[in-house]
Structure formats: structure tokens, C-alpha cells
């Protein structure tokens, strides 16, 4: 999901290829105020290419959380007060393919087989809700509890969730920019605080 041109807020899926019989890299990046860099990798448990799965977001003003059948995978809390940015602009879904090839594929070293094109996508049983953005005042009525995930229930994750969370990631992450010494030296703020 991505907001409008210019400073603007994002939230990332992002299929990273690789080559054939190697496990496909899911990474996810969430943007605040034009601000990205918080890239999280993990290694798929399933090929995504040989059937359909479950990608979900519930974003609402407490947490964002990434999900992949029906499993937490990253969790991006809300520490506005302490001056971390955190998504708040409309959003709208956008799909793309692109070449990523340079960095993403087998961390560069694999560049895309043209000879394979056209790439395809394809999707099945999408759903989005959401709350109508009034462009004079975006947010208004949209932290309402008449919407579902503004309920109470969705504030934090419940303990089933917690443990998938943490079972997903001790397995299948790759790489977390908040363990990244070389790109931050000092832990990024979001790091320290969850």
C-alpha cells in the first residue's frame, strides 16, 4: 500500500526472486513521512509461486501488522509520541513487478531472464476494507471503534499471535535493519522501544 506522490507513507510486501530450487525472499518495508530503510527478509516457508496464499495487513493507530496466512510476521507499533514516524496518510493498494535484479535476486548476483518475459501476477480473493479519506481532513471518523479494527481486539497482538510471530521469525528471518550494525550503528528508535 502506498500513498500519493511526494512525502508519503507506505507499507510493503515485496517478493524478492531468486534462483530456481531456493527459497524466495518476502521482504517487508514500512515508509512514514517519505522515510523508508526498515526493511525486514525472511525466507519463505512455502514457494509462492506454486499456489495461492494469504497476505494481510491490519494497520490501524496502535500497530501495523504484516501477515502471511493468517500468521504475524512484523509487527511496526505506533511511537508517534516519541517522535518516530508512523504511517497516517490515506493509502491506496498498488501492484507492480519491476526489475530488482540489480540488489534483490540472490543479492544481485542473479539478473532477470528476459527471455521468460511477460513476468505475470495473478490474485485471487482480494478483499480491502477500509475508511472513505476526506482529503480536507483524512483521518476523520477513521479511528471510529465502528470499525472493526479499531476494536479493542486489535490493538496488540493476543498470545497465539505473539507466539506465531516469534516461531516465524526465529525460523525464517534473513535480515532485520534493526540488527544491522553496519546501516545503523545506533539501533533506530522503533528497535529500542518493542
Not at 82 to 87: A, F, K, N, Q, T
Amino acid at each position: 500500500l502506498n500513498s500519493s506522490m511526494g512525502v508519503h507513507d507506505e507499507l510493503d510486501f515485496e517478493f524478492l526472486g531468486n534462483k530456481p530450487g531456493k527459497p524466495i525472499t518476502l521482504q517487508t518495508n514500512v515508509f512514514a513521512n517519505g522515510h523508508g530503510g526498515r526493511e525486514q527478509k525472511m525466507h519463505l516457508w512455502f514457494d509462492p509461486t506454486a499456489d495461492f496464499h494469504y497476505y494481510r495487513l491490519l494497520w490501524n493507530q496502535n500497530q501495523t501488522v504484516f501477515f502471511v496466512d493468517n500468521k504475524p510476521i512484523r509487527v511496526y507499533k505506533n511511537h508517534i509520541g516519541s517522535g518516530l514516524g508512523y504511517p497516517r496518510r490515506p493509502l491506496q493498494v498498488v501492484v507492480s513487478l519491476w526489475d530488482g535484479s540489480s540488489w534483490a535476486t540472490d543479492g544481485g548476483k542473479s539478473k532477470a531472464n528476459w527471455t521468460q518475459a511477460p513476468f505475470q501476477a495473478h490474485f485471487q480473493d482480494f478483499n480491502i476494507a477500509g475508511c472513505r479519506s476526506d482529503p480536507s481532513n483524512p483521518n476523520k471518523g477513521c479511528y471510529s471503534t465502528k470499525y472493526l479494527w479499531n476494536s479493542r481486539n486489535y490493538c496488540q497482538l493476543n498470545s497465539r499471535q505473539m507466539k506465531d510471530l516469534q516461531d516465524v521469525r526465529r525460523k525464517y528471518m534473513s535480515y532485520d535493519y534493526c540488527t544491522d550494525k553496519h546501516r545503523y550503528p545506533t539501533p533506530p528508535v522503533e528497535c529500542r522501544e518493542d
